[in-house]
T-cell receptor
Framework: AQSVSQHNHHVILSEAASLELGCNYS??????LFWYVQYPGQHLQLLLK??????LVKGIKGFEAEFIKSKFSFNLRKPSVQWSDTAEYFC??????????FGGGTRLMVKP | NAGVTQTPKFQVLKTGQSMTLQCAQD?????MSWYRQDPGMGLRLIHY???????DQGEVPNGYNVSRSTTEDFPLRLLSAAPSQTSVYFC????????????FGPGTRLTVL
Protein backbone atom coordinates (compact mmCIF):
# COMPACT_ATOMS: atom_id res chain seq x y z
CA ALA A 1 0.00 0.00 0.00
CA GLN A 2 1.09 3.52 -0.65
CA SER A 3 2.27 5.21 2.50
CA VAL A 4 4.21 8.00 4.09
CA SER A 5 6.38 7.40 7.14
CA GLN A 6 8.06 9.69 9.61
CA HIS A 7 10.74 8.10 11.72
CA ASN A 8 11.16 10.72 14.41
CA HIS A 9 8.15 10.83 16.70
CA HIS A 10 9.54 13.32 19.19
CA VAL A 11 12.42 15.77 18.74
CA ILE A 12 13.76 18.16 21.35
CA LEU A 13 16.14 20.92 20.31
CA SER A 14 17.57 24.04 21.80
CA GLU A 15 17.02 27.37 20.09
CA ALA A 16 19.41 28.03 17.20
CA ALA A 17 19.99 24.32 16.62
CA SER A 18 19.52 22.95 13.12
CA LEU A 19 16.51 20.79 12.34
CA GLU A 20 16.02 17.87 10.01
CA LEU A 21 12.84 15.80 10.13
CA GLY A 22 12.73 12.63 8.08
CA CYS A 23 9.96 11.62 5.69
CA ASN A 24 9.87 8.63 3.36
CA TYR A 25 7.19 7.68 0.87
CA SER A 26 6.38 4.53 -1.02
CA UNK A 27 4.63 5.87 -4.12
CA UNK A 28 5.76 4.96 -7.60
CA UNK A 29 5.59 7.34 -10.53
CA UNK A 30 4.83 11.02 -10.16
CA UNK A 31 4.38 12.03 -6.56
CA UNK A 32 3.11 15.15 -4.80
CA LEU A 33 4.60 15.77 -1.36
CA PHE A 34 3.65 18.19 1.38
CA TRP A 35 4.72 19.27 4.84
CA TYR A 36 2.04 20.59 7.16
CA VAL A 37 2.51 22.10 10.61
CA GLN A 38 0.14 22.19 13.56
CA TYR A 39 1.02 24.78 16.21
CA PRO A 40 -0.39 24.18 19.69
CA GLY A 41 -4.12 24.83 19.70
CA GLN A 42 -4.24 25.64 16.00
CA HIS A 43 -5.31 23.83 12.88
CA LEU A 44 -2.97 22.36 10.28
CA GLN A 45 -1.41 24.72 7.78
CA LEU A 46 0.81 24.16 4.78
CA LEU A 47 4.56 24.73 5.16
CA LEU A 48 5.62 23.74 1.66
CA LYS A 49 4.92 21.37 -1.19
CA UNK A 50 6.67 19.66 -4.08
CA UNK A 51 5.29 18.20 -7.29
CA UNK A 52 7.94 18.87 -9.95
CA UNK A 53 10.96 20.98 -10.82
CA UNK A 54 13.69 22.03 -8.41
CA UNK A 55 13.94 19.28 -5.78
CA LEU A 56 14.87 21.84 -3.11
CA VAL A 57 11.66 23.52 -2.06
CA LYS A 58 11.47 26.60 0.11
CA GLY A 59 8.47 27.22 2.33
CA ILE A 60 7.27 29.66 4.90
CA LYS A 61 9.11 30.64 8.08
CA GLY A 62 12.53 29.61 6.79
CA PHE A 63 11.70 25.94 6.25
CA GLU A 64 12.89 23.98 3.24
CA ALA A 65 12.65 20.38 2.08
CA GLU A 66 14.62 18.31 -0.40
CA PHE A 67 13.03 15.71 -2.65
CA ILE A 68 15.48 12.84 -3.23
CA LYS A 69 13.86 10.41 -5.63
CA SER A 70 16.53 7.73 -5.27
CA LYS A 71 15.94 7.61 -1.52
CA PHE A 72 12.15 8.09 -1.65
CA SER A 73 12.66 10.90 0.85
CA PHE A 74 11.37 14.41 1.44
CA ASN A 75 13.09 15.62 4.58
CA LEU A 76 12.24 18.94 6.20
CA ARG A 77 15.03 21.24 7.29
CA LYS A 78 15.57 24.53 9.04
CA PRO A 79 19.05 25.91 9.75
CA SER A 80 18.20 27.55 13.07
CA VAL A 81 15.02 26.79 15.02
CA GLN A 82 13.18 29.18 17.30
CA TRP A 83 10.99 28.55 20.31
CA SER A 84 8.00 29.47 18.15
CA ASP A 85 8.71 26.45 15.91
CA THR A 86 7.42 24.18 18.68
CA ALA A 87 4.66 22.26 16.90
CA GLU A 88 3.73 18.94 15.34
CA TYR A 89 4.91 18.42 11.78
CA PHE A 90 3.24 16.12 9.28
CA CYS A 91 4.55 14.86 5.99
CA UNK A 92 1.91 13.91 3.42
CA UNK A 93 1.82 12.64 -0.13
CA UNK A 94 -0.27 11.41 -3.02
CA UNK A 95 0.00 10.59 -6.68
CA UNK A 96 -2.20 10.59 -9.76
CA UNK A 97 -4.98 12.47 -7.97
CA UNK A 98 -5.34 9.85 -5.30
CA UNK A 99 -6.05 10.59 -1.69
CA UNK A 100 -3.55 12.38 0.49
CA UNK A 101 -1.81 10.06 2.98
CA PHE A 102 -0.24 11.48 6.12
CA GLY A 103 2.71 10.27 8.12
CA GLY A 104 2.39 9.73 11.86
CA GLY A 105 3.71 13.18 12.72
CA THR A 106 6.74 14.48 14.57
CA ARG A 107 6.37 16.51 17.74
CA LEU A 108 9.08 19.16 17.93
CA MET A 109 9.85 20.93 21.16
CA VAL A 110 12.29 23.82 21.06
CA LYS A 111 13.76 24.81 24.41
CA PRO A 112 14.39 28.52 24.86
CA ASN B 1 -13.59 34.54 4.09
CA ALA B 2 -14.21 32.26 7.07
CA GLY B 3 -12.32 29.40 5.39
CA VAL B 4 -13.25 25.99 6.79
CA THR B 5 -15.48 26.01 9.86
CA GLN B 6 -16.39 23.09 12.10
CA THR B 7 -18.92 22.70 14.88
CA PRO B 8 -18.92 21.75 17.65
CA LYS B 9 -15.40 22.28 19.02
CA PHE B 10 -15.88 19.72 21.78
CA GLN B 11 -18.36 16.91 22.28
CA VAL B 12 -18.85 14.11 24.78
CA LEU B 13 -21.06 11.18 23.83
CA LYS B 14 -22.15 7.99 25.47
CA THR B 15 -21.62 4.69 23.70
CA GLY B 16 -24.42 4.10 21.23
CA GLN B 17 -25.40 7.73 20.75
CA SER B 18 -25.39 9.29 17.32
CA MET B 19 -24.36 12.76 16.28
CA THR B 20 -23.36 14.88 13.32
CA LEU B 21 -20.18 16.89 13.03
CA GLN B 22 -20.69 19.91 10.84
CA CYS B 23 -18.22 21.25 8.28
CA ALA B 24 -18.60 24.18 5.93
CA GLN B 25 -16.29 26.06 3.58
CA ASP B 26 -16.78 29.32 1.70
CA UNK B 27 -13.96 28.99 -0.83
CA UNK B 28 -16.00 27.18 -3.50
CA UNK B 29 -13.74 24.14 -3.23
CA UNK B 30 -14.89 20.97 -4.95
CA UNK B 31 -12.87 18.59 -2.83
CA MET B 32 -13.69 18.05 0.85
CA SER B 33 -12.55 15.41 3.28
CA TRP B 34 -12.78 14.23 6.86
CA TYR B 35 -9.80 13.01 8.87
CA ARG B 36 -9.34 11.69 12.35
CA GLN B 37 -6.17 12.42 14.26
CA ASP B 38 -4.92 9.96 16.84
CA PRO B 39 -1.58 10.14 18.71
CA GLY B 40 1.27 8.62 16.71
CA MET B 41 -0.97 7.78 13.77
CA GLY B 42 -1.09 11.10 11.99
CA LEU B 43 -4.28 11.93 10.13
CA ARG B 44 -6.30 9.13 8.61
CA LEU B 45 -8.87 9.76 5.92
CA ILE B 46 -12.42 8.76 6.83
CA HIS B 47 -14.50 9.91 3.84
CA TYR B 48 -14.07 12.37 1.04
CA UNK B 49 -16.06 14.10 -1.67
CA UNK B 50 -14.98 15.39 -5.07
CA UNK B 51 -18.11 17.46 -5.56
CA UNK B 52 -21.74 17.86 -4.59
CA UNK B 53 -23.52 14.52 -4.69
CA UNK B 54 -20.30 12.48 -4.85
CA UNK B 55 -18.72 10.83 -1.83
CA ASP B 56 -16.35 7.93 -1.32
CA GLN B 57 -14.69 6.02 1.48
CA GLY B 58 -11.23 6.68 2.77
CA GLU B 59 -8.94 4.56 4.91
CA VAL B 60 -11.15 4.25 8.03
CA PRO B 61 -14.82 4.67 7.02
CA ASN B 62 -16.50 2.15 9.33
CA GLY B 63 -18.99 3.70 11.72
CA TYR B 64 -19.25 6.98 9.81
CA ASN B 65 -21.57 8.33 7.11
CA VAL B 66 -21.29 11.41 4.95
CA SER B 67 -23.35 13.26 2.38
CA ARG B 68 -22.63 16.24 0.16
CA SER B 69 -25.82 17.99 -0.91
CA THR B 70 -24.13 21.36 -1.50
CA THR B 71 -20.61 22.49 -2.44
CA GLU B 72 -20.28 24.28 0.91
CA ASP B 73 -21.31 21.62 3.44
CA PHE B 74 -19.93 18.19 4.23
CA PRO B 75 -21.35 16.77 7.50
CA LEU B 76 -19.96 13.65 9.14
CA ARG B 77 -22.39 11.39 10.95
CA LEU B 78 -21.51 8.95 13.68
CA LEU B 79 -24.19 6.29 13.57
CA SER B 80 -23.64 4.59 16.94
CA ALA B 81 -20.69 6.04 18.82
CA ALA B 82 -18.04 3.72 20.23
CA PRO B 83 -15.08 4.48 22.53
CA SER B 84 -12.75 3.70 19.59
CA GLN B 85 -14.12 6.80 17.90
CA THR B 86 -12.68 9.06 20.58
CA SER B 87 -10.43 11.29 18.53
CA VAL B 88 -9.92 14.74 17.06
CA TYR B 89 -11.75 15.19 13.77
CA PHE B 90 -10.61 17.56 11.06
CA CYS B 91 -12.46 18.65 7.97
CA UNK B 92 -10.43 19.91 5.00
CA UNK B 93 -11.13 21.35 1.58
CA UNK B 94 -9.16 22.06 -1.59
CA UNK B 95 -9.66 22.80 -5.28
CA UNK B 96 -8.63 19.26 -6.17
CA UNK B 97 -7.16 16.15 -4.62
CA UNK B 98 -3.82 16.38 -6.42
CA UNK B 99 -1.33 19.19 -6.01
CA UNK B 100 -3.49 21.72 -4.26
CA UNK B 101 -3.10 22.77 -0.65
CA UNK B 102 -5.74 21.43 1.68
CA UNK B 103 -7.25 23.97 4.05
CA PHE B 104 -8.14 22.56 7.44
CA GLY B 105 -10.81 23.47 9.94
CA PRO B 106 -10.07 23.97 13.65
CA GLY B 107 -11.09 20.44 14.58
CA THR B 108 -13.68 18.76 16.81
CA ARG B 109 -12.47 16.92 19.91
CA LEU B 110 -14.83 14.01 20.50
CA THR B 111 -14.87 11.79 23.56
CA VAL B 112 -17.02 8.67 23.66
CA LEU B 113 -17.60 7.22 27.12
Amino acid sequence: AQSVSQHNHHVILSEAASLELGCNYSYGGTVNLFWYVQYPGQHLQLLLKYFSGDPLVKGIKGFEAEFIKSKFSFNLRKPSVQWSDTAEYFCAGNNAGNMLTFGGGTRLMVKP
Amino acid sequence: NAGVTQTPKFQVLKTGQSMTLQCAQDMNHEYMSWYRQDPGMGLRLIHYSVGAGITDQGEVPNGYNVSRSTTEDFPLRLLSAAPSQTSVYFCASSYSSGRDEQFFGPGTRLTVL
